[in-house]
């Protein structure tokens, strides 16, 4: 079951005529909820949001990167062996297109780790980078 998304705090973006070749940037905090399990493995899972308005261009997929890193986790109780990740983040896919104005959002998808029942993931940073095409 992915990761549930209370909200998404977007940065303020960055107007394409200010960044090289019109590349548009997307930044900001989502909060979420993400908590280890009883057994005291890591566990893993995805957190899936969206970000933009941007240009469909010509490309089958979006020409875009990201980078996710952790802002709040916390560990209730008495912590050993303790561990908090984000094991990667990637932009797969437009989403909510509208072939009318030739805009959709972007897809971000970032692969979260926790280890312990009392470990929690409550915030993550990111920074996505689209290309037009």
Not at 15 to 20: E, I, K, Q, V
Not at 23 to 39: N, P, Q
Not at 63 to 91: I, Q, R
Request: overall charge neutral.
């Amino acid at each position: 079951m992915p990761i549930a998304v209370i909200a998404v705090h977007p940065n303020q973006t960055i107007p394409p005529n200010l960044a090289l070749g019109g590349m548009r940037i997307f930044s900001g905090v989502v909060e979420c909820l993400f908590k280890g399990a009883v057994t005291g493995e890591v566990t893993r899972d995805t957190l899936t949001f969206n970000v933009g308005r941007v240009n469909l261009g010509t490309g089958a997929g979006p020409t875009a990167g990201c980078v996710m890193s952790l802002a709040s986790f916390a560990y209730d109780g008495a912590v050993s062996n303790a561990l908090w990740a984000v094991d990667g983040a990637n932009v797969p896919a437009f989403v909510n297109e509208d072939r009318g104005t030739g805009t959709a959002d972007l897809q971000v998808i970032g692969n979260l780790a926790v280890r312990g029942l009392n470990g929690v993931v409550l915030r993550v940073n990111y920074v996505v980078f689209h290309f037009p095409s």
